[in-house]
């Protein structure tokens, strides 16, 4: 079995998705939805539920944030035919968190003046 393609996600791919117009926002309407974040292709845009840091933590917001970054990277960057299943992007969302602890900080840095 050949490796997932979505284990080269890292930095530079981060930089190169944001190269490409992927914008990050708080979207309030995510907490009325019951929604901890939500990746739109049509839109290039990640959104996170503004309430999710205060009642879930950041831990999980990291890994929410991580989750979506990795739709857009095998949308825009591997243009994969077939999608991954939410359980293996959660997967390697926890995988690139554990081998870059910093990274979901790294993705706030180019947004804070979103608020992150």
């Not at 944001?18 to 309030?28: A, D, K, N, Q, W």
């Not at 840091?53 to 825009?76: F, N």
């Not at 299943?85 to 790294?106: G, P, S, T, V």
């Amino acid at each position: 079995m050949s490796p997932s393609p979505l284990r080269a996600f890292n930095r530079g791919s981060i930089e190169e998705l944001i190269s490409e117009g992927v914008e990050m926002t708080y979207h309030p309407p995510l907490v009325k939805k019951n929604l901890w974040g939500l990746w739109r292709y049509d839109e290039y845009s990640i959104t996170i539920n503004p309430e999710l840091i205060h009642y879930q933590g950041k831990a999980v917001e990291d890994m929410v944030i991580v989750h979506e970054w990795l739709h857009a990277y095998e949308d825009i960057i591997l243009d994969c035919k077939k999608d991954f299943r939410e359980k293996q992007i959660d997967w390697w969302a926890y995988f690139h968190l554990r081998r870059d602890q910093d990274i979901a900080n790294y993705i706030r840095s180019f947004f804070s003046e979103q608020g992150f």
